[in-house]
């Protein structure tokens, strides 16, 4: 995705210093450096490239809507408002949201970043996608910006022309279950080199707890067709939407739970808690219990209809309920927390997972399942994937503690590959080229010490950066 | 335990690529390579070793016992049957067992094991055991077949003429308290150049709320003598066949628990729960307790009779049902749990745990506990032993985490060494020889970084391929 | 802090022998080597500053008060008496406290100590603070012993003089509630070329359960001046008490729970459980109770006074009963247990995590927290810094762990650089240096892999050595 120029970003970026390793990595990285990328998972807004309008700044393009970079400024005491981020509260903001303004106080925190994925991420997209040959620091931030912003005014710097640019043969976003799809709709008719499909994640209907499940009821009928006045009903219309999504090219469902607990009610007991969800009575345990029962339902209409399940545990939205209230979600604030698997997936597992049919991809945000409970998990059961390193640990060294915790029991075939997962549309390349200079450093290693030989490792570079996520979420 | 002709095993495998690092790590790998095995946990039947009888076919001798390869194929969609398991379920297998279409089923799915231990013992298997020469692959699958199937029959792979080529000093079996320990009897007389002993593990006797409680009972009452009405009587006849496999050679006990949860129960109590049990009425709540007491119980009788107690931890047996149901136990599907052992073990620890007469070697599937809460237990209370890296994490990874992890509180001194604890016999002498491998990498890279010093390094590489595992399991 | 002569002690100990990897942190290593010593917090006697007597011997002085030398060799079946620790229960010891057997005894099991940061610290505090050229073996135990008895005699190694030559800037002690602080005001007017301050840790007088309760609140009555009859009188009495710590140079509190659960009582209820403390009727539950809502009202204090809150959890104290009893505390008998933090802490970081005021530093012995809780809640919070990592994992290995799993999320800036945490005063350029050898390995293997650049690391390498402790307990 070079824009041209000579990148100060160091060739050899990410590999081990070993001459040996190092000689391997480079070698796995050339062959897997230019395919296509397959993004079965992330949170970009489809609008931006059915629209195809101009970035408006840089910003707004790459700094207030990155949770990783507001979180590591709140940590520092850098005020949101700071960011661009507007409040919500109804009270007055301490700072107006000018972009330059937002980019120079980000690149006076630069040296906070060192380390961090963000940094990695950061500085690809200055300088491969952006083509910055300077260092950034705060004497250059004005100038970088300028360089930026005039470079978003170019029709090569389009979101389409960059989604062709990126090579994205497939990009998934994440819709909830009300979602009109007319973005989507829209994109059918684009030529684009790749696809834009949706994925259906029907989370806010089933939070029967939550004081906003009225609402999304409400949208969720305008867009299904109707009143639904019975947990049953729900169920076939959720049936319907699922095929509604199907027919957009979604091959895939998303579901977030804190607690990844399954349990199958029955029909009555479903009724009368979606009963007292319509009386707004329905508490946390009810919901709790819902959501359980729906796991086990969403698994079964996969089975009906082939959409992957994507299960994203273990993450406490929200936990600042000062920055939530004042910004809303995704500022920062969520954080993980321990989660079980082997018994809680146990329902689940035993209804479903030996089932050819079935697809399930697990992610967890709990290194210590790694390899006690979910290798072991994916190890076993034919219709289970072990989801790619996820959020806080989609990083240099979360990545290769990732498969050196879980190649060795599930091996890298009952893994879904790379997703990144990401909101930020320019950081796509430089997450997934991230990752496969890991995988490579990895795979690297294991030549090294001849645990497997270059044909292996060869094989599993490709498949680590391209095929398994292709094959994981049925996108042949 | 080479059988001649080229291996194309790499002479440095799993060896770090660093030159300083891959030096010494030979020098420590070869002062421990040839010495004798010690093994003195494992599953390998005596029968084999009784009657001495040929092996009967590659394929049920390496395939279909191993539950590593029958997870991981099942995990891709294999069939179990395709691998020669037998349904216990009455209903028809959808194949028939063929050896030799079993072995090319496992070779064609030879590259998802890239990365796992199972491919590296594998692999000495047939090379340096079986003197195969090529490579592994489709193409090549029938006559490696052929050329395993041959040596098969002649003398030399005859089950005690590969005990001595191994160079097994002791090999321990896993025995149920009901035993008839007739294949012990037998080998007590036969001249193998090395022990075979039993190991008491009376789990099943324990189980009160298992269906299969009664028939265990009554096996145990015939190989103890006489009827056994209360718990009192069930004491007496455990300490008396204790003596019998003492007398057999027996220098251990073993236990299995998913919760190590210890704690002392009044006499009246455990007799009520024993009555229970007796009437089949008794509940899983009930097992846990009657389960708690008696590890208390049989730390007690260690301190009387000198038996080391090992415990194994955290495994949740038979996850899936369908797996269970149709081909029983040991098919793959068992999963690890969360494991807690500081107030779990509190009790017994300090009960017995001050005593020098009482030994008890601690196993977990929990890797979050190595650094946690066993290396500190292990380093502090003189009776308690961390058991070897077991199951899942018996690996290049898994042995490398243990021994950074545990070193540093516990010294290798409070560990047992290693144990292979394989069922399948041929794998035995690949077992240790990768660990060998690992931990003689493990200590050149402290050499290396000038934390110990080769002298130190030497006699550490030693413990860990011999010394330690003779003196905690008291085999001298 | 080299004493002269010829160290055996390799100079490019614990970095990594890749040569560009060993070339970078040579570099660092250098240049953060002879920075003066930041000891935030530890448990050094400020008597023996205070009274400046010289040592007395070498093994009261660097085994006996050692619970990491303890716990290994009681591990091993040395009784605590032949280690000069003397029983508390009355009984008449195992052996006479003999300074050069016990000198003796731990010499001849040095070899149990290869790997262990024990050793590290111990060849350090011999050859670089003692100037011992000859290597430690049984045969030299007693002529090393001599050789420091010998320089314990002369000026250069009284207290006082080796606090100058340590280049200690600041060294903070921990001292109870009840402390009269005599030595502390002592040494206000002694020039030392640093400073020696105390840190408040109430939480003797917190733990209401405890039968030694009634006798730590009559010491504090004595010290804070006036009967304590309600708990509105203890909260107002803390207060002042926090203020004469303050005047007496202290920056910091320190908190120390086994669960660190945070919940706002109302006044009412905390009444109620000081008037059953007073009773002597205050159960376990009760005190949980009460420590979480005194864990609130310390943050609302420190918010206030500007003391930072360290808070240190997870370690469940004379696990060994036995040893408790004869022995006393911090014999080695305490172990870990798995921690949660991000719903415990959620009340005192909704509260008070904010505000730029309050600065609470947060220690766990759960590694499995570092990357799942810790580093997202510290990389999140304005008012939370991730504490140094601690006890068992203040080791080459531990620390390695620690920053490369929390610095992808959390950076450096959001940890609180380097606490040494001993009782042992010699021992802490030896916790110094080692800790500063492994960050520059650290961050030298960051360079290496070009994450960050020498100017990068230069600057993170100062400030894990210096800048941050210094920072993070608001010294400058």
């Known amino acids: 995705v070079e824009a041209g120029g000579v990148s100060p970003l160091h060739e050899d970026r990410y590999f081990d210093?070993?001459?040996?390793?190092?000689?391997?990595?480079?070698a796995l990285y050339d062959e897997t450096r230019a395919l296509p990328i397959?993004?079965?998972?992330?949170h970009v807004d489809p609008a931006i490239l059915a629209s195809d309008e101009a970035f408006k700044d840089p910003a707004s393009l790459i700094i207030t809507p990155d949770h990783y970079i507001l979180r590591m400024l709140y940590s520092q005491g850098v005020p949101l408002e700071?960011?661009?981020?507007?409040?919500?509260?109804?009270?007055?903001?301490?700072?107006?949201?000018?972009?330059?303004?937002?980019?120079?106080?980000?690149?006076?925190?630069?040296?906070?970043?060192?380390?961090?994925?963000?940094?990695?991420?950061?500085?690809?997209?200055?300088?491969?996608v952006f083509g910055v040959q300077s260092e950034l620091d705060s004497a250059s931030a004005p100038l970088v910006y300028d360089a930026i912003a005039e470079k978003l005014l170019s029709p090569e710097f389009r979101p389409r022309a960059l989604f062709k640019r990126f090579k994205?043969?497939?990009?998934?976003?994440?819709?909830?279950?009300?979602?009109?799809?007319?973005?989507?709709?829209?994109?059918?008719?684009?030529e684009l080199g790749g696809r834009v499909i949706p994925t259906f994640r029907p989370d806010a209907l089933f939070r029967i707890s939550s004081p906003e499940w009225s609402a999304e009821l409400s949208r969720f009928e305008?867009?299904?067709?109707?009143?639904?006045?019975?947990?049953?009903?729900?169920?076939?219309?959720?049936?319907?939407?699922?095929?509604?999504?199907?027919?957009?090219?979604?091959?895939?469902?998303?579901?977030?739970?804190?607690?990844?607990?399954?349990?199958?009610?029955?029909?009555?007991?479903?009724?009368?808690?979606?009963?007292?969800?319509?009386?707004?009575?329905?508490?946390?345990?009810?919901?709790?219990?819902f959501e359980a029962h729906l796991l086990m339902e969403m698994a079964r209409m996969s089975v009906d209809d082939g959409l992957v399940m994507q299960l994203h545990t273990g993450a406490l939205r929200d936990h600042n309920e000062l920055v939530h209230r004042r910004f809303g979600s995704d500022r920062g604030g969520d954080?993980?927390?321990?989660?079980?698997?082997?018994?809680?997936?146990?329902?689940?597992?035993n209804a479903y997972g030996n089932d050819a049919r079935f697809r399930i991809i697990v992610f967890t945000l709990d290194e210590s399942t790694y390899s006690r409970e979910l290798a072991p998990l994916a190890g076993h059961y034919p219709a289970m994937l072990l989801g790619a390193p996820w959020w806080f640990n989609d990083s240099i060294e979360g990545m290769t503690r990732f498969r050196r915790q879980t190649t060795e029991t599930a091996a890298i075939?009952?893994?879904?590959?790379?997703?990144?997962?990401?909101?930020?549309?320019?950081?796509?390349?430089?997450?997934?080229?991230?990752?496969?200079r890991v995988y490579a450093n990895y795979l690297a290693g294991l030549v090294a010490r001849h645990v497997i030989d270059m044909t292996d490792a060869s094989e599993m570079a490709r498949a680590l950066a391209y095929d398994l996520a292709k094959r994981a979420y049925r996108l042949t």
Chains 1, 2, 3 share one sequence.
């Open 17 to 26: 210093p070993d001459p040996i390793v190092r000689r391997h990595a480079r």
């Open 38 to 42: 397959i993004s079965p998972h992330g």
């Open 82 to 128: 700071w960011l661009g981020v507007v409040p919500i509260d109804g009270k007055p903001p301490n700072a107006e949201p000018n972009p330059r303004r937002i980019w120079q106080t980000f690149v006076d925190h630069w040296q906070f970043f060192r380390g961090t994925p963000t940094r990695a991420w950061f500085e690809y997209v200055l300088h491969e």
């Open 168 to 190: 994205i043969e497939v990009l998934a976003t994440t819709d909830a279950a009300s979602d009109t799809l007319e973005h989507h709709k829209a994109l059918r008719t684009v």
């Open 222 to 289: 305008r867009v299904s067709g109707g009143t639904i006045g019975s947990y049953a009903e729900l169920m076939r219309a959720v049936a319907r939407r699922r095929a509604d999504f199907k027919a957009m090219g979604a091959t895939a469902t998303d579901h977030a739970v804190v607690v990844p607990h399954t349990e199958r009610l029955d029909e009555r007991e479903a009724e009368r808690l979606f009963a007292k969800a319509g009386e707004r009575a329905a508490k946390v345990e009810d919901q709790a219990r």
């Open 335 to 349: 954080i993980p927390v321990a989660t079980e698997f082997t018994r809680n997936l146990r329902p689940l597992l």
């Open 413 to 436: 075939q009952n893994t879904a590959g790379f997703t990144d997962d990401t909101r930020a549309f320019c950081s796509i390349p430089a997450r997934h080229d991230l990752a496969r």
